[in-house]
């Protein structure tokens, strides 16, 4: 049973962590030494699929056989939208047929023959499909600690907020046919949250955690309040079109009019150029996040001249103020939002961050003087704690062989203790309904109540029925005392 | 009796939708019981965490020697002890905190030294058995296992309790998970194969590094360190192998008493030796098959050869009896005829009617002779005459098929002989002798192309040279037979003409011949003894067949001729043609000559007659002659004289030799 494992999949990345019966989670690193995985697809043309990082470097020659931030599209067909379509189609290298659902790679087959022209071989692989080739990539890696080769290796995965509940059948079945033993899918917000052990002291007082996500693609926000242990969900916003490629972009910009003039020569011409530069600048942003400089150069960048340039964290950080503006305007709306439902919301006691975009410090900045009474919560590298997450969780399971796909329970919280005693004996109290239980429908609870009213042996057995009577929204409970 | 009260109790709940996720969560999950029966604190706390420990006999342990105490025991785990699972060594450990903590003691008033406190025996405990591989190495050497092997007595006592008990004891060291059981008495060979071959390849996880004598940790240098390491790797192989030898033995113990595989043993020997049993049985029943088949055969094939021998002579029998009867019923016709005085009316009736007997008898087939005899009882002369004409008929007819095909003969020979023969041709072959055309071709080469007026000087040169000294060739001719010579069209070269006539001639000679002989042959009134010994084998075959062996012989020789001229024609264009005229001739001459071969029976008949004619009798050579059909007294002599020469040239070759 032991390693758990658990899973981060998104549109740009993937994460991997294994926890041990001790409960402390690691992330485990891929084959070219990075804790996460790029979650690209591609094909060869034949019959090889190969995933991850070279995958990605091959996209910018091969863009028609890859296949990248396919994440978004894993959903029911019902949900996804003609919105979701516009947005999603632009990230894909390959086509998309809308109709079928599925990704057309295409591979020219160059012909033997000089006046044939070439021979295109096409292959489809739905959403579902590239998600289970991806996660396949992850059991490889869930191997190297996994070594029980008649149980598949028990995985929590996280799914993004706004995903509907039929999608994460899709996902545990695809996770499934990988060869995952998925015991339990869980909102990425939520596991984050529990990548810092928020709120696992049962005796605290409520508590309120806003999660800030800007992954690759998108970003959303939850608020969720958290009471002795139990997480519960207040308010989840998003998706918004803000993420980490936003930041690229600006970069990407700013290094276009540059060549443009220094060179008078515009890379915007030309798509390999602007692959050259998209690179370029994804690296130069990761390299930003924890350097103070780095020296931009990229080879050949267009009709032979090279461009080279030193850039500066300031100089990063001005040319994405732009979009930090955007985010945190968006932030803002969000949580008025929500204020103006739920007053208790006044005070947000923690924010977690997560998606690999929130480790550009200045935006950590942004978030941590927009809300200064919180704690900011980045211990953890943000694209990595959602997996950590979801491993603390797997430890949790109470049967790992069980698999719940059901998000929240409808439950009834008790926030005071009932206690049952015999006359005056109050030293001799039971407490029948402890604080911060919770019930989930009706429920006997037995009691055995101390004192000397009972009869010959000392003892006599109390039921105690609760009935929760719903009351305009409200519930009462109703407590009747059967004495056997 | 039961009472009951219902109160609405001013408790604060609130409803929430709570994520499925985090302890507290699970916590409170695992509260709620399936039944949705709580249970209190108290009870599970209690649950599944084995015997409350004596407090006295956890005083009793001196922290010190921490190494020796059953850390079973110090958790209250001594009964489940290692089927106790991480769990259950948890929650102990738990329980024994909570009632053994110092501070908590130190809160009820206890006195607690701190350094010499029992406690430490529990914290140790749990961290032998809370991590898994000291846990291993502790269960290893677990005081409580019974590493000793059963008895003789207790095994003939109760064999597979105690070696059910053993296996199971034993089968917690084992690496794979799924041991199998020892099994009863009517267990399958199958199981009790595999529960073997399992313990005898039995690989245990047992390991004894919890006995090291030194700490490796208490080496004060690099060296020193090692040392430690390997003296306490030494001990644990030693005592590694201690313990396989122990669970070999247990194996071979159990192996060699157990009563299953003698009788699997046996059950194998049997049916091994049932095997061979009918495999022999098999073999014999081949082999009794085989020598069966072998007699039979033999007796059939004698019976078969009885029926043949039995046959042929029944077939011997039957014709000699035929012959028998032929024979009496010839002599009865003669006894009768004779008897009728040949139902003769003169002398010379009696003289044909006599000749007539004989050719009825030679004639009639054994049914017509009974058939005569028998009319002849009845009818007398009358049907004897009608049988004596009917034979001169048959014989008459007989005579006539022979001629009309000695006619036919004839007529085909005639018809092929070309009767016209050109005289210029004629002329042209005596000019060209053979002698000629090989002073032509003797000339042609002698005077080549291109000498002036060559035919002339050639024909002058062939007249000259010419023995025969006939006929003058002109210019002319030789040309002409030059030409003709030169001519690969052998169709119109005279030369094949020539060849053609000389085999016609050679032919013909011999067609003349057989006439001959036929001729005298049909002269002969009454055939030869020889002729008419063969008319007798052949059960009534025709006479002419005799004669015409002879043609046949000389038929042979002829085509041979024929061959052989065309052949010698169709040679080189200058090849001579005298060869085949000499053989032709010859073969012709030897022929028509008195080398005429003696056949053994004219041999015979002539030693006879010489015999019988002695020296003086007057025209002994006539006579001898007359004796031997065919023959002249000419041949006679030479053959004689042959024959003299022959003996006389044998002698003297032997006594040349003597």
Redesign the interface.
Known sequence: MWPRFGIKIGNSTLCIAYVK?DGKAEVIANKQGDRVSQACLLWDGDSEIECGLTAKQKMATRPKQAVAHSFQLLQPKEHLTEEIFSNALKDIPCDFDKEELVFRMEHAVPSEKEDQDDQIVTKELSAYQVTMELLRAELELAHQYHTDADQAPIAVISIPSYYPAEAFKLLSDAAETAGFHVA?I??EP??AV?GYNI??D?LQARQHVLTIKCGGLYSDFAL??VQ??????LATFGPFAIGGRQFTEALVQFICEEFKRKYKLDPHESRRSLAKIRTAAANCKHTLTTMPSTQLYIDSLMDGVDFNAQMSRARFESLIQPVINNLMQQLGECIEQAQQKRPELKRVDHIVLLGATMQIPKLQAAVASRFPDAKLHNSHSADEVVAIGCAR?AV???DPLEQ?L???????????D?YIWHRDDEANA??V?GK?????G???????LPGPAAAEDGLFQLEVEVN?N?KD?N?????????? | MTNSLELEVPLKVARHQIERVGLAYFNARRKIAPGGVERSESDEKLEGVGEEVEISYLKSLDPKEWKDQDHYSVLGLGKLRFEASDDDIRRAYRRMVLQHHPDKRKAKGEVVINDEDYFTCITKAYEILGTSKPRRSFDSVDPEFDDSLPSQTEIDNDYFAVFNKMFKLNGRWSERPQVPDFGEVDAKREEVERFYNFWYDFKSWREFSYLDEEDKEKGQDRDERRWIEKENKAARIKRKKEEMSRIRDLVNLAYNNDKRIQRFKQEEKDRKAAAKRAKMDAVQAQKAEQEKAVREAALAKERADKAEQKRIEQIRIEREQQKKVLKKERKTLRDKVKDCKYYAKNDKDQLKHMEGTEKICETFNLAELQALNKAMESKGRESFVAALQTAEQKIAAELEEINQTQAKKLATATAAAPKAAGVKEVKKGELWSNENVQLLIKAVNLFPAGTAQRWDVIATFINQHSGSGGAQVLARDVLNKAKALQNSDHSKSSLKTQANDAAFASFEKSKKEVQVSNDITIGEEAPSQESKENVKQNGGAHPNQVNNQKPKQNGISTPAAAAAAPAAGAGAGAAPPAAPMTNGTGGAGGAGGASKTWTKEEQALLEQAIKSYPTTTPDRWDRIAACIPNRSKKDCLRRVKELVELVNSKKEAQAAVK
Not at chain 1, 228 to 233: L, M, S, V
Not at chain 1, 442 to 448: G, S, V
Not at chain 1, 475 to 484: G, K
């Open positions: 019966a339990q869980i909102a939520t596991a529990l709120g696992e049962e969720f309040a002795n242990g139990f997480f519960i969900e969780q949790c399971l109470l719940q059901q998000k929240a329970d409808d439950c009834v919280l008790v926030e005071d009932l039971t407490l309904l911060g239980s919770i019930r989930a009706d429920k006997e609870i037995l009691a055995n929760w719903d929204g519930v009462v409970p109703q407590v009747r005392l059967s004495c056997m």
